[in-house]
């Protein structure tokens, strides 16, 4: 952190002085972040290839095109134009691309609907979770502690369907055809 307000502060003093030369105080040895050359690709022209998180649209088949992805993509003035790679095999799309984009289209609906139980799925499908009373616990407990005051907030106690829970419901589960 020292080091950081020490950079801020450095920042900021060549920005007030118009002598100062920006390469002088922090060199001229270019970054390896994409940042600076993402900005010079766009700005100046100075094509390159990076590695881009960007909407699909396409680009990889078999995802949505309103999901967002990384891939690699060449970068201009012109904008961003990703390059389409070779199309996964069907069981890397099933096993892996696919369950990590369900997983990631529930959470945002549970976000956005408020619901808990939703988000008790998600604890109950960890392979880390031995049985229902351990997932709601450790539920609980997230929802309970104090670092997490604004998602205890956000979701307030409230299911899909806009019911208010003092806590997390026990789950109506059926298997083989008999309540368990």
Request: with cysteine.
């Amino acid at each position: 952190m020292a080091n950081l307000e020490k950079r801020i502060q450095q920042m900021g003093e060549v920005a007030a002085d118009p002598t100062s030369r920006v390469a002088d105080v922090f060199g001229s040895t270019p970054t390896r972040e994409q940042h600076v050359p993402i900005i010079d690709a766009l700005a100046n022209n100075v094509e390159g290839r990076f590695q881009v998180n960007w909407p699909n649209r396409g680009v990889i088949d078999g995802l949505p095109d309103d999901c967002v992805a990384e891939f690699r993509a060449i970068i201009d003035a012109t904008g961003v134009h990703p390059l389409k790679p070779t199309p996964l095999p069907r069981k890397i799309m099933l096993e892996q691309v696919l369950p990590f984009w369900l997983d990631m289209e529930r959470t945002l609906e549970a976000y956005t609907s408020r619901d808990r139980s939703m988000l008790l799925w998600n604890v109950l499908h960890s392979h880390q979770t031995r049985g229902y009373e351990q997932a709601v616990d450790v539920f609980q407990a997230i929802l309970d502690d104090p670092d997490h005051a604004a998602l205890a907030a956000h979701y307030q106690g409230f299911d899909g369907a806009g019911e208010r829970w003092k806590s997390v419901p026990p789950v109506q589960a059926v298997a083989n055809g008999s309540e368990s």
